[in-house]
C-alpha cells in the first residue's frame, strides 16, 4: 500500500501550525493567562515554547520522520516490539484530548449559530449553563466531529492539506481585522496592560504555579505527547529541515496565540468583563455575553466564533488522524474504514464527557496535562537513550549546514535537561490527580474502559 504523503511543503506548515493553533490558544490560553498573573504567565509561556515546546516538537518529528510510521509503528520500527506500548500511550492521549475537545468544539459550533439570532446576549451565564452539557451538548459534539470526519475521510493531501491551507490564513486575517477593530474602542487600554505589563511580585510569589501551568500550556497548544506531529511529520520527505519547519511552526503557532490575546483581552477591559470570569467558560460566559454591547453585535458573534471554530476544527483533525494512521498502518484497513471505525470510537468518549461534567473537567485540565507530559517525556528518552546517533542523523538530513549546527545542543537537551524538567512536571501533576474527587475518578475509568473496548472492536473489523 502507497502511503500519503504531503503535496507541499507550505501545505505540512500549514496543517501543522492548524494542529498547533486550536483551542489551545483561543480557548485554554486566555484562561490559564487570566488565572496566572496576565503578563507573568505570558513571559513563562513564551520560554517554555522555546525552551521545552520547539525541542519537543523536533524530537516528535524525528520520530515521525525517520520510521514514516504512526506512533505505535514508529516505536516498533525503530526500537523493536517492545517499544510499541510507547506508541500506545500517544494513542491514549489522543483519546484523551479529542473526547473532551469535541465536546468544546460543539460548544463553539452553537454559539457561532447562536450569534446570528443573539441568543446568549441577555443572560450569557445561564445560556451556557443550559447548553454546556447534557444531551444537546453532545449532539453538537456529534455534528463537530462529524465535520472533522469528513476531512480526514478525504485523505492527507486531498482532505487535510487542502482544508488547513484555507483554514490556517483565514485564523490570521479574520483575528487580525479583529485585533485592529477591538484597539479603537474605549477602555481597551487596561487589557494591553494587563496582558503585557509585567508583574514580577506576582510572578516571584507563585512562580512555581506559573511554570507548570506554562509547561502544560506549551505541549498542549504545540500538539505534542499525543502524537499528532509524529504523524503528520511520517509523510514528509527527507529533503525537508526539521529544525526549520519545526521553528516556523512554533512562531507561526505562538504569533497566533499571541494575536488571539491581543483581540481577547483589551475587548474584555473595553466590556468591563474581569478576566477569567466563567473560568474554563470564559470565552462563552465572560467574553460571549458581552458581545450585546457592541456595535453589530451578531456579526462580531458570528465572525469570532467561526474563526475559532476553523481553529478547533484544524486541530480536531490532527489529533483524530493518529489513529486513523494506526488502523491503516498496523491493521491494513483502509481510510474509509478506519475514518469510520475512529469516529465512532470518539462519538462515544466525546459523548460520555458531554454528559458527565466532572469527567469533562478532569480530562480537559489534570489528565490531558499529564497525558501529554507523560507521552513527550517518552518521546524524549526515546530519542536521546534509544535512537541516540540516528535522532541526530535525522535532525540534520535535508538541513543546512546552519541548521545542522543545533543538532548537537538539541540532542543533549532531549536527552538530558528536558526529561528532568518533563519527570518533575510529571511527578508534581500527580499529586493533583490523588486528590481528585472520587465520582470523577470513577467516570475517568469507566471511560477508559470504553475506550480501550472500542480500540479493540475497531482494530479487530478493520483488520
Not at 513571559?43 to 520547539?54: C, M, Q
Not at 510499541?84 to 491514549?92: D, E, K, N, P, T
Not at 486575517?173 to 481597551?188: I, M, N, R, Y
Not at 478506519?338 to 465512532?344: D, E
Request: proline share 3%.
Amino acid at each position: 500500500m502507497t502511503r500519503a504523503t504531503w503535496r507541499t511543503r507550505l501545505g505540512f506548515v500549514l496543517a501543522a501550525v492548524g494542529s498547533a493553533v486550536g483551542l489551545g490558544n483561543i480557548w485554554r490560553f486566555p484562561w490559564l493567562t487570566a488565572t496566572n498573573g496576565g503578563a507573568a504567565f505570558l513571559l513563562v509561556y513564551v520560554l517554555a515554547i522555546v525552551l521545552v515546546g520547539v525541542p519537543g516538537l523536533l524530537g516528535e518529528m524525528v520520530i515521525g520522520r525517520r520510521s514514516r510510521r504512526n506512533p505505535v509503528g514508529a516505536f516498533g520500527e525503530l526500537g523493536g516490539r517492545r517499544w510499541r506500548a510507547l506508541g500506545g500511550v500517544a494513542l491514549f492521549a489522543s483519546v484523551v484530548v479529542l473526547s473532551f475537545y469535541s465536546v468544546v468544539g460543539g460548544w463553539i459550533l452553537r454559539y457561532t449559530v447562536a450569534s446570528a439570532t443573539g441568543a446568549y446576549f441577555e443572560a450569557p451565564q445561564a445560556y451556557f449553563a443550559a447548553i454546556d452539557f447534557g444531551v444537546a451538548a453532545a449532539g453538537f459534539h456529534a455534528l463537530f466531529l462529524l465535520a472533522t470526519v469528513a476531512v480526514v475521510y478525504a485523505g492527507v493531501d486531498r482532505g487535510i492539506e487542502r482544508a488547513t491551507t484555507v483554514m490556517v490564513p483565514g485564523i490570521v486575517v479574520l483575528f487580525g481585522a479583529l485585533a485592529v477593530w477591538v484597539a479603537t474602542l474605549p477602555g481597551s487600554a487596561g487589557g494591553y496592560e494587563f496582558y503585557l505589563s509585567l508583574d514580577t511580585a506576582y510572578l516571584r510569589a507563585n512562580l512555581f504555579d506559573v511554570v507548570v501551568a506554562a509547561a502544560g500550556q506549551a505541549l498542549f497548544t504545540l500538539s505534542v505527547g499525543a502524537g499528532a506531529m509524529l504523524t503528520y511529520a511520517s509523510y514528509i520527505g527527507e529533503d525537508r529541515s526539521l529544525a526549520a519547519d519545526g521553528t516556523v511552526i512554533a512562531v507561526l503557532n505562538t504569533g497566533i496565540g499571541v494575536l488571539a490575546g491581543l483581540v481577547i483581552f483589551p475587548l474584555l477591559f473595553a466590556l468591563s468583563v474581569p478576566p477569567g470570569t466563567g473560568g474554563p467558560g470564559a470565552l462563552f460566559v465572560g467574553l460571549a455575553g458581552a458581545f450585546a454591547g457592541l456595535p453589530y453585535s451578531r456579526v462580531v458573534g458570528v465572525v469570532f466564533f467561526g474563526v475559532v471554530l476553523l481553529a478547533a476544527l484544524s486541530s480536531a483533525i490532527s489529533i483524530f488522524e493518529v489513529l486513523v494512521a494506526y488502523l491503516v498502518d498496523e491493521h491494513g484497513t483502509t481510510r474509509t474504514r478506519a475514518t469510520g471505525g475512529v469516529g465512532g470510537l470518539f462519538l462515544i468518549t466525546g459523548t460520555v464527557a458531554a454528559l458527565s461534567p466532572s469527567l469533562f473537567t478532569l480530562l480537559a485540565d489534570t489528565v490531558a496535562n499529564l497525558v501529554l507530559t507523560a507521552g513527550l517525556l517518552g518521546f524524549l528518552l526515546f530519542d536521546g537513550w534509544v535512537l541516540g546517533r540516528v535522532a541526530i542523523e535525522e535532525y540534520r538530513s535535508g538541513a543546512g549546514p546552519v541548521a545542522s549546527l543545533g543538532a548537537r545542543p538539541w540532542y543533549y537537551a532531549v536527552a538530558v535537561v528536558l526529561p528532568l524538567f518533563l519527570a518533575f512536571t510529571l511527578v508534581s501533576g500527580l499529586g493533583t490527580v490523588v486528590g481528585v474527587a472520587v465520582t470523577a475518578t470513577q467516570a475517568a475509568a469507566v471511560a477508559v474502559v470504553g475506550v480501550v473496548s472500542a480500540i479493540a472492536v475497531a482494530v479487530r473489523r478493520g483488520g
